[in-house]
């Protein structure tokens, strides 16, 4: 169960810490208080690292996705704003689930271009992109070539918005 307070007084906290601190400062302190929150905080919580945008926060995705039974779009919104890569969006699509939804979430939210209505004003704010310029065929490629692998409903649909958003 969602609980507001909790929630919210993490996340403001989170917003305070990451403006007056350094980004390794303020991803030492987020880190070690979501690790003493209960795992069932964690996909609403986690958002408090999007505030420093540090390439760290993927190495703490990967530490930490399997405390969570639900891999929501906060985990693909944050590795978008956290320097993401190709190497890695490569290596967690390998993987398979569940950083491989991680990583098609992220894709997704980096070649989103134009109107961007179901984003956050932050993450329309940033207009993330994958740092090192995959040509879109690469790209493509790829996530095709996972969508026959798991040809979920969800992961049909992100492979299809993510084609979508490369070639239109």
């Known amino acids: 169960m969602y609980n ?3 929630v919210d007084k993490f996340i403001e ?3 305070i810490i990451s403006a007056s601190k350094t980004k390794e400062e303020a991803y030492e ?25 540090y390439e760290k926060c993927l190495d703490w995705i990967e530490e930490n996705i399997s405390k969570t039974e639900n891999v929501t779009l906060s985990w693909g919104h944050l590795a978008a704003i956290s320097k993401f890569n190709w190497r ?3 290596k967690w699509i390998d993987s398979g ?3 491989s939804l991680v990583a098609l979430d992220a894709i997704n939210f980096c070649t989103t271009t134009g109107e961007k209505l179901n984003m956050s004003v932050m993450m329309q704010e940033i207009d993330p992109k994958i740092i ?8 493509a490629e790829k996530v ?7 040809p979920s409903p969800r992961v ?11 070639f239109n």
């Open 156 to 166: 049909k649909g992100i492979v299809n918005n993510i084609i979508e958003n490369l």
């Open 13 to 15: 906290r989170s917003i």
């Open 29 to 53: 302190i987020i880190k070690s208080e979501l690790n003493l929150l209960e795992s069932k905080y964690l996909n609403e919580c986690l958002g408090a690292f999007n505030y420093i945008q």
């Open 144 to 150: 095709q070539e996972y969508k026959t692998k798991d």
């Open 132 to 139: 090192d310029h995959p040509k879109h065929e690469i790209i």
């Open 4 to 6: 507001y307070e909790i």
């Open 88 to 90: 890695r969006a490569e």
């Open 97 to 99: 689930r569940p950083l």
